[in-house]
């Protein structure tokens, strides 16, 4: 472990949506300086940092100007090629490490670690042709979710198949872009839910309350703080957090999402080796926020404590939604967070909300 980075050293961000903009703002209070690496210019990120590079992830000579310019390099999203971590991280410390990378880009090799990990995940069988698809629709009784092996978020590249007959995997390959898929299981789940949690360079572990989480097409929609689960649940996801952490020695936060199962075990969904949208909510409703800790973990400071002062419901404002901005900052305990994104796509997540009400028992 290295001494805790000294206020006015520059933490580098690949990356410069929102959660880039989130982790730049928590930086700033704890007296750090941030440069983001991202190709589009006045990016949400670039608007509340020190400075940005224009460049692409993997442009080799923008990675050079970034790691002369900052101390310790993060990241944002998971698609920042895994290479251009490794090159950096022979220079520059990098967190989270290029293995979380690697394994979250991969829903095949993230299912693979996690189960070798003894922690349960939906079934699943790899999908490289029309015919394994064929043999996987046969095993799994015609019922799973397709998807995208790489590169999937928000529930792009995704495909229900309820029922399906063998022959209906002819052209799916093609029809889901000619790129290798993963036929899962489908989930007859009672709810969502996530956890937040990180893991310090001096390796102390921390997690936030789970939270429950609804998605509208694939898209987190909201996020509830407690979640409806019992104690016993609520354990077994900090469990599979924190030996996820281990196992990789990892330093940052990560967001790891699970299905809970009507008699309240657990399967992992997917692992996110960075500050998460489910956990926007502890802006609002803890002292010490995921973004303040992840900086926290990269900077080398001690972990901050992760208790919640009130409960909490966290919307998404996606796509038209943040033309009721208005209406919702004139309640008072509303927390109202935008992202300075000039245009408001369908499906673009625009900013979000936390309404907090008092802790209950
Ligand atoms: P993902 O992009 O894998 O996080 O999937 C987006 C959303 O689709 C999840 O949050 C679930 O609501 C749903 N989903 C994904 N995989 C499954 C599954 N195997 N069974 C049931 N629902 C799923």
Redesign the pocket.
């Known amino acids: 472990m290295s001494a805790p980075l000294p206020a006015g050293s520059t933490i580098g961000i690949i990356g410069g949506g929102q959660l880039g903009r989130m982790l730049a703002m928590a930086a700033a209070r704890l007296g750090y300086r941030t440069i983001v690496l991202e190709p589009q210019p006045d990016c949400p990120a670039a608007q509340v940092a020190n400075s940005q590079i224009v460049a692409d992830y993997d442009d080799r000579f923008a990675l050079d100007r970034l790691a002369r310019a900052s101390h310790v390099v993060t990241y944002e999203f998971e698609n920042v090629p895994v290479s251009a971590v490794q090159a950096l991280a022979d220079t520059i410390p990098v967190y989270p490490p290029a293995r979380a990378l690697e394994i979250s880009q991969d829903r095949v090799t993230e299912k693979t670690f996690l189960n070798g990990s003894g922690i349960p995940t939906?079934g699943f069988r790899p999908i490289d042709s029309d015919e394994d698809l064929r043999q996987a629709l046969v095993a799994f009784n015609g019922t799973g979710?397709l998807?995208t092996r790489r590169l999937?978020?928000?529930?792009k590249g995704?495909r229900l198949l309820r029922n399906a007959t063998p022959s209906e995997a002819d052209g799916s390959y093609v029809a889901m872009g000619n790129v290798p898929l993963v036929l899962?299981?489908?989930?007859s789940?009672d709810r969502?839910i996530s956890i937040i949690a990180a893991r310090g360079q001096d390796g102390a572990l921390s997690a936030y309350d789970p939270a429950e989480n609804v998605?509208c097409g694939?898209i987190l929609a909201k996020s509830t703080v407690p979640a409806a689960i019992s104690a016993n649940t609520a354990n077994a996801a900090e469990d599979a957090a924190f030996a996820i952490l281990q196992s990789l020695n990892y330093v940052g936060v990560i967001g790891v999402?699970f299905f809970v199962l009507p008699d309240g075990s657990l399967l992992v969904?997917?692992i996110a080796p960075r500050v998460h949208n489910s956990g926007h909510w502890t802006e609002a409703a803890c002292v010490i926020s995921q973004f303040e800790q992840h900086v926290r973990a990269v900077a080398g400071l001690p972990l901050g404590t992760t208790s919640r002062h009130s409960d909490c419901v966290m919307q998404n404002l996606i796509g038209d939604e943040v033309s009721g901005v208005d209406t919702l900052s004139r309640e008072p305990e509303l927390m109202l967070h935008l992202y300075g994104k000039a245009e408001a796509r369908p499906g673009r997540k625009m900013g979000h909300f936390t309404r907090l009400t008092p802790r209950g028992g």
């Open positions: 939906a979710v998807k999937g978020y928000d529930g995704q899962e299981a489908f989930v789940f969502e998605h694939g999402e969904n997917e």
